[in-house]
Structure formats: C-alpha cells, structure tokens
C-alpha cells in the first residue's frame, strides 16, 4: 500500500506570497494532521481534520488555514507568507485517533 | 499541557556499540509514547508505541524503549548500532483528551555512527 504522499517536495516563494501544500492520506485513514518542523526542532502541531471537519488547532496564526476533502485528502494554506514560515510541513494520517503516519514533507523556503 | 524532553541534543557512537537515547515526559494521565526516525530531508518514520500493557515494548530494526512511569521516561535503545541508524530520533507523547491525538515531539537527538 503507498503510504502518505505529499506535494509539492520543495518549494521557493516570496514574502507576502500566499502557498498550498497538499496531501494524500494512507488509504482507509479518515484523519490528517499538518505539522510544521522548523530546521533543528520537532515537528509542532498545526492542525488535525477528521471527515472534514476541524478537530484540533495549534497555536498558530489565523495565516494558517486547512480543509479537507471528501476523498480525505487535504490542503494546508499559508497566507502573507514570512520568513519565519520557512519550514518543512509534515502531514501524518491516522485512522480516526490512533497512530499517526507522515508523509516525506514539503521544503517551504521563504525568500 | 503535555511536553517531551531530550536532554541529548547529539550522540556518537561506535558501530557495534549499544545504544540508549533518553526522554521524559510530562503528562498528567497515562500517556501513549511514541519514537520517530527522520533520515535527513526525510519524514517521520515510527519505531514504535506504547499506549498500555507491556512496558518494554519492541519496535522495528532492532530497537526497543521501556516505559517507566516512576521516571516518567520512555528511553529507547539497541543491543548493536549500525551505520545506517544514523539519523535524528524523536520522541513524542500524544494525548487524545481533547478529542483528537495531539502529539507533542521533543527537540530530537541527532546520532552519528563512527565506524
């Protein structure tokens, strides 16, 4: 079975610029969490959806946004892009509250 | 709130060698553990859990962690260390009380490998 995929691998943009980053979940897993790990830390957790819906938010700024869609794949957002937003974003799935799986990331550099 | 410390930020060792990596929790209930590998420019590989039962529990290429709630730790170690277990390892707690997994990682230990 694949497991987590995320696209784009890498990505250069601009201050002010606005990104998506997507993701596709393990099949069978309803549940998506996005993570942003800064270079030297651990991952820190942005958000979780569950069938759509929202079900847990970090401590991140409102620049931050995700949905999800029927085939439970997901969309992370970042509007106003700053330098600091220079990460890689994982993205795990899980089956409803259980293990969470990560895909390889998306490399964001901000210039 | 749950939070995870790595007191070792690097660790060399010899190939051949054992291998303890150290992590503490701060958790009010019965954590479920985690420990993650990422390779460099990589995802997040899992190890393995614990979320109840066995405290030694046994995870993928050769590694294993114990979980002792009097210390609240939950180290993780390998009999022999091979060239290839270089990498950084993360340990995380999750906690599912909001309704949802949250997982909080620690800051990670970076292992070398010397031959």
């Known amino acids: 079975d694949a497991g987590v995929t995320q696209s784009p691998t890498h990505l250069i943009k601009t201050r002010g610029q606005q990104v998506t980053l997507r993701c596709s979940p393990i099949s069978g897993h309803k549940s998506v969490s996005w993570y942003q790990q800064v270079l030297g830390q651990g991952p820190q957790f942005i958000f979780q959806?569950?069938?759509?819906?929202?079900?847990g938010r970090g401590n991140f700024p409102d620049r931050f946004s995700a949905r999800q869609f029927p085939n439970y794949s997901s969309e992370l957002n970042v509007n106003a892009l700053l330098l600091g937003d220079s990460a890689l974003y994982l993205c795990?799935?899980?089956?409803?509250?259980?293990?969470?799986?990560f895909g390889p990331g998306t490399r964001l550099l901000v210039l | 709130a749950q939070s995870v410390t790595q007191p070792d930020i690097h660790i060399t060792v010899s190939e051949g060698a054992s291998l303890e990596l150290r992590c503490n929790y701060s958790?009010?209930?019965?954590?479920?553990l985690f420990w993650y590998v990422q390779s460099p420019g990589q995802g997040l590989q899992l190890l393995l859990k614990?979320?109840?039962?066995?405290?030694l529990v046994q995870g993928i290429k050769g590694f294993e962690a114990e979980f002792k709630r009097s210390q609240s730790s939950f180290n993780l170690r390998k009999p022999s260390v091979h060239w290839s277990d270089a990498a950084e390892y993360f340990c995380a707690v999750g906690d599912n009380s909001g309704g949802y997994q949250k997982v909080t990682f620690g800051t990670g230990t970076k292992l070398q490998v010397i031959p």
């Open positions: 958790y009010g209930a019965t954590p479920y």
């Open positions: 795990a799935s899980s089956i409803d509250r259980g293990t969470q799986y």
């Open positions: 614990y979320f109840s039962g066995d405290t």
């Open positions: 959806y569950y069938e759509k819906e929202e079900r």
